[in-house]
């Protein structure tokens, strides 16, 4: 079966670094694409990062652009986030989503992704 686990997640002081991992396993098919999405709590979800796997394009919230990268490897099945000049506001639940067929939904739309992983806690410190 179809699983997503992230990893990487932890404390980090203002200005500081992390790279979140997300390996999917359980399907030998080519997907469609992959992202990260954020929870704070009382917050909504939003989309942070996203990318095709076929041509790799890329997009970030805005918040987020010049700070993070997306990136993936196709042999391991593996996308990362490296998070750099990590600010409070980045404090948040980090979830990994895969989608695995094509959609019309762009990369910022959780319908675009049907699997979830079950989040890793990012918190930044003063």
């Known amino acids: 079966r179809v699983q997503v686990v992230e990893s990487g997640g932890g404390s980090v002081q203002s200005g500081g670094s992390l790279r979140l991992t997300c390996a999917a396993s359980?399907?030998?098919?080519?997907?469609?694409?992959m992202g990260w999405f954020r929870q704070a709590p009382g917050k909504e979800r939003e989309a942070v990062a996203g990318?095709?796997?076929?041509?790799?394009?890329?997009a970030y919230a805005d918040s987020v652009k010049g700070r993070f990268t997306i990136s993936r490897d196709h042999a391991k099945n593996t996308l990362y986030l490296q998070m750099n000049g990590l600010k409070l506001e980045d404090t948040a639940m980090y979830y990994c989503?895969?989608?695995?067929?094509?959609?019309?939904?762009?990369?910022?739309?959780?319908?675009?992704?049907?699997?979830w992983g079950q989040g890793t806690q990012v918190t930044v410190s003063s």
């Open positions: 989503a895969l989608g695995t067929h094509y959609s019309d939904y762009e990369l910022s739309d959780p319908r675009a992704y049907n699997y």
């Open positions: 359980g399907y030998t098919y080519s997907d469609y694409c």
């Open positions: 990318i095709y796997t076929a041509g790799s394009r890329t």
